[in-house]
């Protein structure tokens, strides 16, 4: 037998393969076991990386079916081939994919594909799809086992007519109409998605309002936008059951707080309303891993288990179930697990919605800041009154600057505008850092730019915003 691992990693996805690489580069022994047939999990192959490669040809097709003419560029009729589009994303989520086994190589990461199961603190069994199993002794194991869908009682998942993102992200043709069950971040993108493309689409959503959790001016504005490019929401309301037929699904729904049931049909529904830990096989009850009742696996601050020697990260472990944060976790576990001090500092984990325009968002909401009795000053700007903003004629949204009213330190930033997503990240930087909003006012923003309005935005905690 050879010699036993440092650490193996179970899963490939962002928290796993980043950790892998940077326990390798701390001189660990490091093997990464990974099921799929591909590295970068969920985030490369079914989420993050498909989902923004559709984002972009579909707007690329929004753009020039309505926004090109304004600006004075005449095309003929614009038609979609998602034949092409659909290719080249693959081609995207191969490239990456492909990228990651090429720095494993780089980084001398033995990449093991196969279930990965524990049998023990130190050993993990490695079974191939097609092949024999192998036992590899360590004296480590991160378990970065990640997420899967959350199932909706009553319409059974089948990935043609009820989809889930995976489904949703490979669609043979475009449906003439969806209805999306969950108003979160995944319905709103892909039902964004395919409402550019030609699809009517319904959100259906339990709560009050979509994006729950997000800061309430965000929420209230994007519903307002969305609603104006024609995506459909059903608030408060429940589906009871589905039907599927040759011809698309019934879907009977109702008010959630009592009232008569409707049918609403679709040729395709989207079925978003969350995501579970996945930890299927992986034996956890054998070795007495502990869990919550969710099934999320509980780890304390050191990402440790209740089994010494099995650490846990990423979406298996619960709170935002977002790649950054699982790479961040990644990173922070092989420090710890080489003796250096790393650390995830999740008060200032920026979440991206990609609709357009774009949402960021940052620490806290001025909900909860009001829920936390903090006294906060508010700053807002509009992109409406941003040059950049008016040139590229993407003028929709704002960006609101929470800061605490005793000492200016940045508490939250929350924007729904052009390239929010890039935005946000010199608000992580300045929280990073401790910053306060006057550090942001008096940083030189280059003209014309839409960072001037995070600026801006931040002049206005001490109400002297000069172009408002
Ligand atoms: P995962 O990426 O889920 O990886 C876990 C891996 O472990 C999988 O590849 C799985 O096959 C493997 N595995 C599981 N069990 C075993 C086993 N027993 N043996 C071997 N291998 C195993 N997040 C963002 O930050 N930005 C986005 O834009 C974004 N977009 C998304 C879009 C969609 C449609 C979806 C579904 C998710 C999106 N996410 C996004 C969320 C993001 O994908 C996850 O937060 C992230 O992938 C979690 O990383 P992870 O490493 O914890 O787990
Ligand atoms: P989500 O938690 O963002 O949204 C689910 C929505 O469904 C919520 O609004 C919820 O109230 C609603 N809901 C729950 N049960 C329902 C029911 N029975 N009927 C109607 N509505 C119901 O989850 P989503 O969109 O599935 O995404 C899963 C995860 O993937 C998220 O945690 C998100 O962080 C991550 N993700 C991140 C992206 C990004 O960062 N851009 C993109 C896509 C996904």
Redesign the pocket.
């Known amino acids: 037998m050879s010699d036993p691992y440092d650490v193996i990693i179970?899963?490939?996805?962002?928290?796993?393969?980043v950790g892998a690489i940077r326990a390798a580069q701390l001189g660990l022994k490091v093997a990464c076991?990974?099921?799929?047939g591909a590295l970068?999990?969920?985030?490369l192959?079914?989420?993050?990386i498909?989902?923004?490669a559709l984002l972009q040809s579909s707007h690329h097709y929004e753009s020039a079916s309505h926004e090109f003419a304004a600006h004075g560029v005449k095309t003929g009729k614009v038609t979609v081939d998602l034949k092409t589009m659909m290719g080249r994303k693959e081609k995207v989520v191969e490239d990456l994919t492909k990228g990651i086994e090429f720095l494993f190589k780089k980084n001398k990461i033995d990449y093991i594909v196969?279930?990965?199961?524990i049998i023990s603190a130190d050993s993990v069994g490695v079974t191939p799809e097609d092949g024999k199993k192998q036992i590899l002794k360590t004296e480590s194991i991160i378990i970065?086992?990640?997420?899967d869908?959350a199932p909706l009682p009553g319409a059974d998942i089948d990935e043609k007519k009820i989809v889930s993102?995976?489904g949703a992200?490979a669609l043979k043709k475009v449906p003439r109409s969806m209805v999306v069950v969950g108003g979160g971040?995944?319905g709103l993108?892909?039902g964004s998605v395919w409402r550019r493309l030609g699809a009517t689409v319904t959100v259906v959503e339990f709560l009050d309002n979509i994006l729950p959790g997000m800061d309430a001016e965000v929420v209230k504005q994007m519903t307002r936008t969305l609603k104006k490019q024609g995506i459909k929401f059903k608030l408060k309301t429940k589906v009871a059951s589905a039907k599927t037929a040759k011809d698309g699904v019934t879907l009977s729904v109702e008010p959630r707080d009592g009232g008569n049931a409707e049918e609403v049909k679709a040729d395709v529904v989207l079925v978003a309303i969350g995501?579970r830990p996945?930890?299927?096989?992986?034996g956890l009850d054998t070795v007495g891993v502990a869990m919550d009742d969710r099934g999320f696996i509980t780890v304390d601050h050191d990402f440790q288990t209740n089994v010494p020697g099995i650490y846990a990260?990423?979406?298996?472990i619960g709170g935002a179930?977002?790649?950054?944060?699982?790479e961040e976790e990644?990173v922070a576990v092989a420090e710890l697990i080489a003796g250096q001090s790393g650390h995830v500092n999740y008060d200032a984990i920026p979440g991206?919605v990609?609709t357009w325009p774009e949402v960021a968002t940052l620490g806290k909401t001025e909900e909860q800041l009001k829920e936390d009795g903090t006294a906060y000053t508010v700053g807002k700007f509009p992109f409406s009154a941003n040059s950049r903003a008016r040139c590229i004629a993407d003028s929709e949204g704002f960006v609101k600057v929470l800061a605490d009213a005793g000492t200016d330190k940045v508490l939250g930033v929350h924007i729904v505008g052009p390239a929010a997503g890039d935005l946000i990240q010199e608000a992580v930087s300045v929280m990073e850092f401790g910053g306060s909003a006057e550090d942001i006012a008096r940083t030189c923003h280059a003209h014309p730019g839409l960072s001037e309005a995070v600026k801006e935005a931040a002049l206005a905690v001490g109400a002297r915003a000069i172009h408002m």
Do not use: F, Q, W
């Open positions: 179970v899963g490939g996805g962002p928290g796993g393969y076991v990974e099921k799929r970068g999990g969920t985030c192959n079914v989420g993050c498909p989902s923004k196969g279930e990965g199961t970065a086992t990640g997420s869908v993102s995976t992200l971040v995944i993108e892909l995501r996945y930890t299927d096989g992986l990260i990423g979406d298996v179930m977002l790649a950054h944060k699982a990644g991206v990609y």
